[in-house]
């Protein structure tokens, strides 16, 4: 019986330790491969919470304040920049002769004015119709129509008296009388050198869009050309970026641009520019004025406030009308409307090569009683030129 309960035993533990290796190798077999070791990354800095979410801020190391690199008390390194390059001066075109270099400028005018008088004068038969047609293009060219009756009725008389007519007879016939039409002998120099004082001073007015502040520059340009320091007056304070246009005008041909805040007063403007150019020593001072006010005062009004301040330091010597020639008898009711608040000396004609209306030239001078002293013929800088009654009539009639 003892035998039995001992061969029991044994077995039950036999079967135990079987039954325990089994498992073991198992679990062996069972378990994963252990993870890889964390890479060992510093947290940022913990961002500020509010309420539950408020974290601790970790501890983190500080540097001491014998630590911290102080300053030594020298003068800081100072990087200097490069200085910024000045524009380029540029060297204007002589003005002498100018008009007769720009004079095929005029081929539109030429064809509808010079060139048509010229066909119609050289028919055999001068009979009522061909004059009619003669005054038609006298007046389609805006030559005005007491100018035109005027020189229909001496161009009458002397083809009657030269009888038999050869083309180069006509042409010089034309010329003479388109000549004295136009203006031989009116004073058509602008006023830039007073005799008993310095600066000359001239003033530049207009409706905005004939090319005032543009034609102000180019007439800068013709100073310069012709020995003379100018200052620029950019009295034009209610037109956005006039002020920039006159002064990189000016700086092309060196001429210094006094201006003021945008919207600012004219006529404070016009005053600090006679100021400064006579604190200069300069030669002329050119005021380029409102054409379109943004305020209640009209502009009439504002133009003859400058005049009168500016007049508190010098006499006015020019006032310059800039019309678009484009434009016809619009620009007659321009003039007269400037004619009575400023006193206009002289007329400028902007855009005179995009128009075949080339008699506007003695329309304006009859109508004002002042010579065309210059005329635009371009978009080039130096398009702007004296004007010259023989060139003018040379370049309508052509070869």
């Keep these: 019986m003892d035998i039995v309960i001992l061969a029991v035993v044994i077995a039950v533990v036999v079967i135990g330790a079987l039954g325990g290796l089994i498992v073991g190798s198992r679990r062996k077999k069972q378990l994963p491969p252990p993870p890889p070791a964390a890479p060992d990354i510093t947290a940022p800095p913990a961002e500020p919470h509010v309420g539950e979410e408020a974290e601790t801020p970790r501890e983190e190391p500080r540097r001491t304040i014998e630590e911290v690199d102080l300053p030594d008390g020298s003068a800081p390194v100072v990087v200097e920049e ?47 119709e061909t004059w009619e047609e003669i005054e038609d293009t006298l007046l389609t060219a805006d030559v005005g129509v007491q100018p035109t009756q005027e020189l229909v009725e001496r161009l009458r008389e002397r083809v009657k008296v030269l009888g038999t007519r050869t083309t180069d007879e006509l042409r010089t016939l034309l010329r003479e009388e388109l000549i004295t039409l136009v203006g031989r002998d009116l004073d058509r120099a602008v006023k830039t050198e007073p005799e008993d004082r ?39 304070t209610f037109r956005a970026a006039a002020a920039d246009q006159l002064q990189t005008w000016g700086e092309r041909v ?33 005021i380029d004025t409102a054409g379109r006010l943004h305020t209640k005062t ?21 006032v310059l009308l800039v019309l678009d020639a484009t434009t016809g008898q619009n620009g007659l009711v321009q003039a007269r409307v400037f004619s009575e608040v400023v006193n206009i000396t002289g007329i400028v004609l902007t855009k005179l ?45 052509g070869e």
């Design 82 to 128: 490069p200085p910024a390059e000045a524009p380029a001066i540029e060297i204007p075109e002589p003005t002498a002769g100018r008009l007769v270099r720009l004079r095929t400028r005029l081929s539109r005018s030429q064809n509808a004015l010079g060139k048509g008088l010229l066909v119609l004068l050289s028919r055999e038969h001068l009979d009522e």
């Design 353 to 397: 090569d995009g128009t075949a209306k080339g008699g506007i030239v003695v329309a304006v001078q009859r109508e004002l009683g002042v010579p065309v002293k210059l005329i635009g013929l371009g978009e080039g800088a130096d398009d702007l030129a004296p004007f010259e009654p023989e060139a003018f009539v040379d370049a309508l009639i």
């Design 254 to 286: 060196g001429a210094h641009t006094v201006r003021g805040p945008e919207g600012g007063d004219p006529a404070s403007v016009a005053f600090d520019a006679v100021k400064e150019g006579k604190e200069m020593g300069a030669n002329v001072v050119l």
């Design 198 to 236: 310095k600066p000359g001073i001239v003033m530049v007015v207009g409706v905005n869009g004939t090319g005032k502040t543009t034609t102000t520059g180019k007439l800068a340009r013709v100073l310069v050309a012709d020995g003379q320091s100018v200052v620029l007056g950019a009295a034009d």
């Design 298 to 318: 009209g502009l009439m009004d504002e133009l003859g406030k400058v005049k009168r301040v500016v007049e508190k330091q010098a006499p006015v010597d020019e």
